[in-house]
Structure formats: C-alpha cells, structure tokens
C-alpha cells in the first residue's frame, strides 16, 4: 500500500481488557502474568516468528497507549 498511496502506514495491536469494575490487585496480578509470560523466552521467539513484538506495559501505560491510539485515528 505504502508505494501506491504515499505515507501510507498501518499497524495491529492486541490487548487484553477487564471490565473497568474490576478490583486494582486483580487487575496488577494480570498484568504481572502476562508481562511474565511474555518474558519467557519461548513466548518471544513465537511473538517473533509471527512477525510481531510484544509490548510490556503497566496498565497505566496499556491506557494511555490505547487513548493514543484512539486519538491517532482521529486524525
């Protein structure tokens, strides 16, 4: 696509989400779970050969990335 329209760019993202209700330990505990789990080194040559890179975030910073992306389509 880039080579037929000119700056052109696209991109995916996968999360995971809990309803906003849901109690802060068990929102850090998740996060703490799939952060490690997406250390192992297993999980990152297979992230790897699917073409992609995992992210490890905070859940601050899943928010904020998520409002970013939202904001960027906007444009």
């Known amino acids: 696509m880039g080579e037929m329209l000119s700056g052109f760019e696209a991109s995916a993202w996968v999360g995971f ?3 906003r209700s849901t109690p802060a330990d068990i929102v850090n505990n998740l ?5 490690a789990a997406l250390a192992e080194p297993k999980m990152k040559v297979r992230i790897a050969e699917l ?5 490890v ?12 992306e939202i904001e960027s389509g906007r444009r």
């Open 57 to 68: 975030m905070s859940p601050t910073e899943a928010d904020k990335f998520v409002l970013d």
């Open 17 to 19: 989400g809990a309803p």
């Open 51 to 55: 073409g992609a890179t995992a992210a």
């Open 31 to 35: 996060n703490r779970e799939i952060n």
